[in-house]
């Protein structure tokens, strides 16, 4: 049964795969970014360093892999934020709120991490994305009338997500919380 | 009369320190960060290899010097909007529309740098001074009433440093207004 052979295979290969990311985000939070050396990651990992080496051929690769899954996971879970919303007037709050958290979470590993892969093309494709994400659900609520229809939705959603980023510097949750109501404060339509 | 003759030395030497800053933020601009050798520099600045490295020992302490230059010019500026504005009404306004501009006037040249020096300490603490001049402005108002005092200054001034930040991303001036005004409705007292 070739087929089932394969899938069996395929199955085993990404299980490594996620095995060695998981591996090499742990080693980066313990040691930095430049602390950690393919041998670390294959031990960690527990695979020898001739198997990792047919599946990345740096440190490099792998944090890029790494990033890539993160932001990926990111977004999925936005989506689905999005769509557990249970009406279009708590959505963009719900999502809005869930990103600001993440933002804060996801602390300074991360952003070193992302400023040393230099933004790869995934990086500008999900941030494409997300932008568009919020950009049509403001849409969606300044065609009802709730939000101020005098500015291009495209540029209320760059507005939202610069001002969110400030919840990385922000101490508390509660703090990321009013950052939310401030950011939909200035998105509603002008007394 | 040594002192005079000392005073001519300093001049001269602040004057070649500037011909250098100013040679190298041109060769940049037009060759890209890391197309820029110190005999360029010095070709361009009118003055010897041997002269410039008097000065400087490579390109990054440059660079460096350059940056905190237009860090300490951009905070001069910002300043002076401050004490020009005629009253505490116009003047938050008046600083983070300047702000906003100044930003989006930046380039990716500029941003470029910044992200090649790591943020040294002078960054820092222009970004702390920053903040703090946004935030005594923003505590003024919120006394008067005038902004939401529900919130810490601190915190609002974090928020409008960040949500300005989309001004690099925004396609024209008048982006850049409405972005000032949209942050700024998220400073206001919510209805």
Redesign the interface.
Known sequence: MPKLWNETIETHRREVREAILDATAALVSEHGLRGVTMSQIAETAGIGRATLYKYFPDVEAILGAWHERQISHHLQHLTHVRDEAPDPGTRLEAVLTAYALMTAARGSHDADIA?YLHHGPHVAHAHEHLHGLIRDMIAERAADGDLRAD??PG??A??C??????AS??PSEA?VR??V????????N??
Request: proline letters at 4%.
């Open positions: 400023a500015t291009d540029e209320l760059t507005y997500l610069h001002a969110l980023s400030a510097a922000l703090a009013r950052l109501q401030l950011t939909l404060a200035g998105l509603r002008p007394r």
